[in-house]
């Protein structure tokens, strides 16, 4: 069975600071990982995914998240928080063959202060 | 290109009411997905098809859920009756099932569902 985990159902960091999103997964295969963002009212949209290629993925709008299976770890960063940052961010994991179903965390609360 | 789209968007019931939710995935994606998101909580999957047929339906509570995707292409969620722990926003996801991005999964804005 997979599993994610979030530490920190709530992060908070000022503009311009950098932003660490803390990402712990267990799977049993070999993984693909994502991370997800959230708006209000909105549905998920893909920041980045990891699918056995480089370890090191880029994603959009400035995030980036490194995969390490020594750790079992996905952490997402960015270097400079933007307001338009402030969002739920969901970290999920999947098997790399068969069905692909994505089994998510819990989300973090990302709040940007001016 | 049309993202997933999904109706109601919002939808509140008295518990024992019947509801139901739509789906429409992107052209051409064979497999979709029905998540359950509870407020403060990560999506859960409810149910995932493969054209018109269900790949997974573990976690669905048979007892009051339940879905169909006729053709292949639209599906429809529906609960009945509805219970109080129901309330919550109700996600739709499609995916190709084969190819270089098939792995991505896109999802449609959600119909929130308050039972009173």
Same mark, same amino acid.
């Given at each position: 069975a997979?599993?994610?985990?979030q ?5 908070s960091v ?11 997964y267990?799977?049993?295969? %070999?993984p /693909? ?5 959230? /708006? %209000?009212?909105q549905?998920?949209?893909l ?15 400035g995030?980036e ?5 020594s750790?079992t ?5 960015k ?9 739920? /961010?969901?970290c ?6 068969g ?6 965390g819990q989300?973090t609360?990302?709040?940007?202060? %001016? | 290109e049309?993202?997933?789209a ?5 939808k ?11 789906c429409n995935?992107i052209s ?12 403060g ?8 098809f493969q ?15 339940s879905?169909?995707?006729l ?9 009945q009756?509805?219970?109080?722990e ?7 996801a ?10 991505e999964?896109?999802f449609?804005?959600?119909t929130?569902?308050?039972?009173t």
């Amino acid at each position: 069975a997979q599993s994610v985990t979030q530490l920190g159902s709530h992060v908070s960091v000022s503009e311009g600071a950098l932003v660490l999103l803390r990402c712990n997964y267990s799977s049993s295969v %070999p993984p /693909y990982l994502f991370w997800y963002v959230q /708006y %209000p009212n909105q549905g998920l949209q893909l920041l980045l995914k990891y699918t056995s290629a480089a370890t090191l993925v880029k994603g959009i709008n400035g995030f980036e998240a490194e995969f390490k299976k020594s750790e079992t770890s996905f952490h997402l960063t960015k270097p400079s928080a933007h307001m338009s940052d402030a969002a739920e /961010y969901f970290c999920a994991v999947s098997e790399s063959q068969g069905a692909q179903k994505l089994v998510f965390g819990q989300g973090t609360r990302l709040t940007i202060n %001016p | 290109e049309a993202g997933v789209a999904q109706s109601p968007r919002y939808k509140i019931i008295e518990k024992r009411q019947s509801v139901a939710f739509w789906c429409n995935p992107i052209s051409g994606h064979a497999t979709l997905y029905w998540y359950q998101q509870i407020l403060g909580q990560g999506p859960k999957l409810l149910i995932q098809f493969q054209n018109n047929g269900v790949v997974d339906d573990s976690q669905l509570p048979k007892d009051r859920f339940s879905a169909e995707r006729l053709k292949g292409v639209d599906s429809t969620l529906k609960i009945q009756p509805a219970k109080l722990e129901d309330s919550a926003v109700y996600l739709c996801a499609s995916r190709l099932t084969s190819g270089k991005s098939s792995y991505e999964q896109y999802f449609g804005p959600g119909t929130r569902l308050t039972v009173t």
